[in-house]
C-alpha cells in the first residue's frame, strides 16, 4: 500500500524565499524594459520622419514639382510638415506663409505621436560624419526645409532625435541620390545605422 504525506505544501520561509526570487528578478526586469520602450519610441519617430522624407520624395516626381519636409520651432518644440511648391518658383517660406505653398501633411509633434522623443540633439555628440557637435538638431541649411527635385535630387541634410532617456537617432539624406539613412548612437561604437 502506498504512503501518501498528509504535510504536502510550502513553508513560510520557502514562500518567502520565492517571493523574494519574484521581486528581484522584477526590480532587475522593469528599468531594462522601460530603456527598450523609450529607445523604441525613439527608432519609430526617426522612421516617421524617414517616411515623411520618402513621401516628399515620391511626391515631388509623381507630381513635377518640389516637395519638402519643412521643420518650424513653435511654441517650444519642433514641428514638421510636408509641403508643395504650388507657385512653381521652388518651396519658399515666404510662399508657405502665403498659403501658395500648400501644406497637405502636418503639422506634426513628434513629442505629441511618441511620448517623451523629442527633435533634438547632444550638443556635444560629434554627428555621423565625423563634424563637430552643434545644438543645432535640424540642418538643412538656414531655411530647415529639406526640398526634394522632380528628378528626385534633394537638399542634404539631417535631423536628430533623442528620447527622454537619452536614445539618439539621427536620419541623415543624401542630396544627389537622395539615400535615406536610419542611424543610431551607440555610446562605444559611435554611429550605426539601423
Given at each position: 500500500m502506498p504512503k501518501y504525506r498528509s504535510d504536502v505544501g510550502a513553508t513560510v520561509i520557502e514562500l518567502l524565499i520565492a517571493m523574494t526570487v519574484v521581486v528581484t528578478l522584477g526590480a532587475i526586469s522593469v528599468p531594462r524594459a522601460?530603456?527598450?520602450?523609450d529607445a523604441g519610441r525613439a527608432r519609430q519617430a526617426a522612421v516617421f520622419l524617414g517616411s515623411r522624407f520618402r513621401l516628399a520624395r515620391q511626391q515631388a516626381v509623381t507630381f513635377g514639382a518640389n516637395v519638402g519636409v519643412v521643420f518650424d520651432y513653435a511654441g517650444g518644440r519642433?514641428?514638421?510638415?510636408v509641403c508643395h511648391d504650388g507657385s512653381r518658383n521652388g518651396l519658399r517660406r515666404a510662399d508657405i506663409q502665403s498659403g501658395s505653398d500648400p501644406c497637405p501633411d502636418g503639422?506634426?509633434?513628434l513629442g505629441d505621436l511618441f511620448?517623451?522623443?523629442e527633435i533634438a540633439v547632444d550638443p556635444q555628440l560629434r554627428g555621423p560624419a565625423g563634424e563637430p557637435g552643434s545644438p543645432d538638431p535640424v540642418?538643412?541649411?538656414s531655411s530647415d526645409i529639406a526640398s526634394f527635385?522632380?528628378?528626385g535630387t534633394c537638399t542634404a541634410?539631417?535631423?536628430f532625435l533623442r528620447s527622454r532617456g537619452g536614445a539618439q537617432y539621427a536620419v541623415r539624406i543624401a542630396g544627389v541620390t537622395g539615400r535615406l539613412r536610419v542611424l543610431w548612437h551607440e555610446a562605444i561604437a559611435g554611429w550605426r545605422e539601423r
Open positions: 522601460a530603456s527598450v520602450v519642433w514641428l514638421v510638415r503639422p506634426h509633434s511620448p517623451g522623443v540642418r538643412f541649411g527635385s522632380p528628378v541634410g539631417s535631423i
